[in-house]
T-cell receptor, first 110, second 114 residues
Framework: EDKVVQSPLSLVVHEGDTVTLNCSYE??????LLWYKQEKKAPTFLFML??SGIEKKSGRLSSILDKKELFSILNITATQTGDSAVYLC??????????WGAGTKLIIKP | DGGITQSPKYLFRKEGQNVTLSCEQN?????MYWYRQDPGQGLRLIYY???????QKGDIAEGYSVSREKKESFPLTVTSAQKNPTAFYLC?????????????FGPGTRLLVL
């Protein structure tokens, strides 16, 4: 059965810390991996990863995919309270269906 | 502005009542999706449609129905057969071609049972 597992399920850090969120997957017919940020409403798109070893970067956020070991990480440096959210990972299959992880709830304390 | 709209923001359902959640997009996307999200959980796919007049069941379709008569609209009906409908419902759309499979989400509808 296809599955996507995110860890940790929740994380509490202080402002300024760096965090690493993990997403591992077991999916047949992998096409791409997506990261979203959800703040009490609709998820907003962060990154799409298709190739191993190529880092995607947007400000303090970055992400990389390892297709050999079947995982991705999302890094956030110099965290701010506005980074508090649930971070969702999803794998896109060859039929364009998404398999979602349960998310990591990140809390940034001032 | 291009985007996805959902209405209402909050919806209350009485026992035995059918309710319909609206989802409209003006992104000219072919594919549309309905997800259910329960507290502390990820998204679960209810139904999806990859083209007008066609739709497929997702993982938890029982107790729900949809229609796709127009490209921009994909309403979801929560029927009385859905015994535990209280959840946050998200509609999404995408253009499933190479490098464009990212799904974009509407603001969601929170359904509560009275």
């Amino acid at each position: 059965e296809d599955k996507v597992v995110q860890s940790p399920l929740s994380l509490v850090v202080h402002e300024g810390d760096t965090v690493t969120l993990n997403c591992s997957y077991e999916v047949t017919n992998f096409r791409s991996l997506l990261w979203y940020k959800q703040e009490k409403k609709a998820p907003t798109f962060l990154f799409m990863l298709t190739s191993s070893g190529i880092e995607k970067k947007s400000g303090r956020l970055s992400s990389i995919l390892d297709k050999k070991e079947l995982f991705s990480i999302l890094n956030i440096t110099a965290t701010q309270t506005g980074d508090s959210a649930v971070y969702l990972c999803a794998v896109v299959c060859s039929n364009y269906q998404l398999i979602w992880g349960a998310g990591t709830k990140l809390i940034i304390k001032p | 502005d291009g985007g996805i709209t959902q209405s209402p923001k909050y919806l209350f359902r009485k026992e035995g009542q059918n309710v319909t959640l609206s989802c409209e997009q003006n992104l000219n996307h072919d594919a549309m999706y309905w997800y259910r999200q329960d507290p502390g959980q990820g998204l679960r796919l209810i139904y999806y449609s990859q083209i007008v007049n066609d739709f497929q069941k997702g993982d938890i379709a029982e107790g729900y129905s949809v229609s796709r008569e127009k490209k921009e609209s994909f309403p979801l009906t929560v029927t009385s057969a859905q015994k535990n409908p209280t959840a946050f419902y998200l509609c999404a759309s995408s253009q499933p071609t190479a490098a464009l499979e990212t799904q974009y989400f509407g603001p969601g509808t929170r359904l509560l049972v009275l």
